[in-house]
């Protein structure tokens, strides 16, 4: 017989909100939302506001500092949950907080786990040139991404995505196997498996900072980079004439560099009749080149189409300042 159940949940991050969306439309009831106060919310990259979904469909939502605040605690406590749903959640939920709902709390990673356990899977995944992702859903626990497994998907990463279309892999994902659990958690099940063991380093945290390019690794890599790191995420950045820029858009072209030129050297223009995605220019790497297709300087400057291909930019070199 099926039961009813008191759900909650927790994101701030755009990969939960479709799930949480199909939740809703389900005509599946959640007793509260919480998610981050603006001003920690505008410390995050790809935030997402809950306020219109919450308000469509009437869900309570809180903001709060810290899930593990003594405040946090106690509003978890009062609603009287049967399980929470963390999805979308850059802080690491505290035992005190994990005993509050009575069946516990259930977190995704956009990972196949044990595989790219730690911080920004898909970023990391990107970089590393990797070409399946995936997502597991489980119950979390103390230890970071070591929880009993529920569910797990996996597909492509393409030469094609960025972070953003990955995410919507992850977002989907999200959707299908929240709905499935939720299923069989109103049967009286409480699905789950023990991890397998694993020896691989913990994925460290990425921040701003370790956005700059390396104009000396080849160009595969210097395009995985910025497709990995462009929105919602801050950027890859480097400097052009003292500017710095941040380069959200790039294609990969084949071969060696032209003629003599260094890693970061502008080669020349790409003209095009089709500016929305081949006008650009040509940037030398350590072995091959790429094509820019986007800049933005740090005063929210925007170049691309026939704006990029027209700067006087050939010759002169990428640098790291």
């Given amino acids: 017989m099926a039961q009813d159940l008191r759900i909650g949940w927790v994101g701030f991050h755009a990969e939960g909100q479709a799930a949480l969306a199909a939740l809703l439309e389900a ?23 809950y306020e219109e979904l919450c308000a469509r469909y009437g869900v309570p939502l809180h903001k709060i500092r810290h899930v593990n605040d003594p405040e946090s605690i106690e509003l978890l406590r009062s609603l009287s949950l049967d ?22 709390m259930v977190g995704a990673h956009a990972a196949v786990l044990p595989r790219n356990r730690g911080s920004a899977p898909v970023n990391w995944a990107i970089l590393r040139g990797e070409t399946e992702g995936g997502n597991t859903l489980m119950w979390l626990n103390p230890e970071v991404d070591e929880g009993e497994i529920i569910d797990q998907a996996s597909f492509p990463i393409t030469p094609y995505d960025t972070c953003a279309t990955v995410y919507d892999k992850v977002a989907q994902s999200n959707r299908e196997m929240i709905l ?31 956005g700059q390019i390396d104009w000396k690794k080849p160009n595969r890599e210097v395009y ?28 990969l072209l084949p071969g060696e560099p032209y003629g003599s030129a260094m890693p970061g050297q502008v ?11 081949a006008c650009g220019q040509v940037v030398a790497c350590g072995h091959g080149a790429v094509i820019v297709l ?14 990029l291909s027209e700067q006087a930019w050939e010759g002169k070199v990428w640098s790291n300042e």
């Fill in 83 to 104: 399980v929470v749903f963390v999805i979308g959640w850059s802080q690491i939920v505290g035992p005190e907080a994990l005993r509050t709902p009575r069946l516990g």
């Fill in 27 to 49: 005509g599946i009831p959640v007793e509260a939302v919480l998610t981050l106060t603006e001003r920690e919310l505008a410390k995050r990259s790809g935030r997402s506001s």
């Fill in 267 to 277: 080669v020349g223009a790409v003209l095009s009749p089709h500016p929305g995605g």
């Fill in 224 to 251: 995985n980079f910025i497709r990995a790191l462009t929105r919602p995420y801050p950027g890859a950045f480097s400097w052009l004439d003292g500017r710095r820029y941040f380069l959200w858009d790039a294609a």
């Fill in 294 to 307: 986007e800049v933005e300087s740090a005063e929210g400057l925007v170049l691309k189409g026939p704006k």
């Fill in 180 to 210: 499935r659990l939720v299923s069989r958690l109103k049967e009286g099940q409480r699905p789950g498996r023990p991890q397998p063991p694993s020896h691989d380093p913990i994925l460290p945290r990425r921040r701003p900072e370790h």
